[in-house]
């Protein structure tokens, strides 16, 4: 198949905790495995592209949340891309802009860009620690690890699924017991690590949504740090 090309979208708002990581990981499991790959950032000075094959969106603080969701509101490639079936990754804020509204915390509330059933409001306390939780998405049979640090607590709504049943940490909300939202071809969660690279598993099953089933990749220094991280709970 022709070149993968992986979207970073808006790392210059969304990019806190390290999230554009997961385009990178991405983009090495492919070329480990022989396909071509290459990530397209597409920042604030420009649209975006609905043509690409995946898409990840990282976490932002309150100011840069507005921003990144102004423009896509403003230039809905994303939301083209989606509706057509090509994976979005939505990491901690982006779950909260890719809703119908989030609440700052100043408590005025922001139309989201509607792709995923969820709302968010401020939460009493920040949520901030490691997470372990047990994957509901099919396909998937490996705990999921990473960290959180929100104020923000998501309510799900009828057409959006948990990712992930909590293990330990908060998740979505404390005393939820979930962590994330699955809807169409729209994956988020509040791990950060980066995500992916904590989470193969999780990187493998987007990416066989692009380019099919792939052959499992034996990475000691992958397993190495998986198993740390689950130490760490």
Not at 100 to 127: C, F, I, K, M, N
Not at 206 to 224: D, F, K, M, N
Request: aromatic share 4%; charged share 20%.
């Amino acid at each position: 198949m022709n070149t993968v090309q992986i979207g970073l979208v808006l790392p210059d708002v969304m990019g806190t905790y390290g999230d554009g990581g997961n385009a990178v990981v991405l983009r090495q499991r492919l070329r480990l495995r022989g396909i071509a790959a290459e990530i397209v950032e597409i920042t604030l000075a420009e649209p975006v592209p609905d043509s690409l094959d995946l898409y990840t969106l990282g976490g932002a603080e309150d100011y840069a949340q507005r921003l990144a969701t102004k423009h896509l509101l403003t230039h809905q490639g994303l939301q083209r891309a989606a509706a057509r079936g090509a994976p979005v990754l939505a990491i901690c804020a982006a779950i909260q802009v890719l809703g119908h509204w989030y609440e700052t915390s100043a408590g005025e509330r922001v139309e989201g860009v509607g792709l995923l059933d969820v709302t968010t409001s401020p939460q009493p306390r920040r949520t901030i620690g490691e997470v372990v939780s047990t994957p509901l998405l099919d396909g998937m049979t490996q705990p999921l690890t990473g960290f959180e640090n929100h104020r923000g607590g998501t309510v799900l709504g009828a057409d959006a699924r948990p990712l992930a049943a909590v293990v330990k940490g908060a998740g979505n909300r404390e005393g939820d017991g979930y962590d994330g939202a699955v809807q169409g071809s729209v994956v988020a969660t509040y791990l950060h690590g980066p995500c992916l690279a904590r989470n193969p598993e999780l990187a493998d099953l987007l990416l066989s949504r692009v380019v099919g089933p792939l052959e499992p990749l034996v990475l000691p220094e992958v397993e190495q740090l998986r198993r740390e991280r689950l130490a760490a709970r």
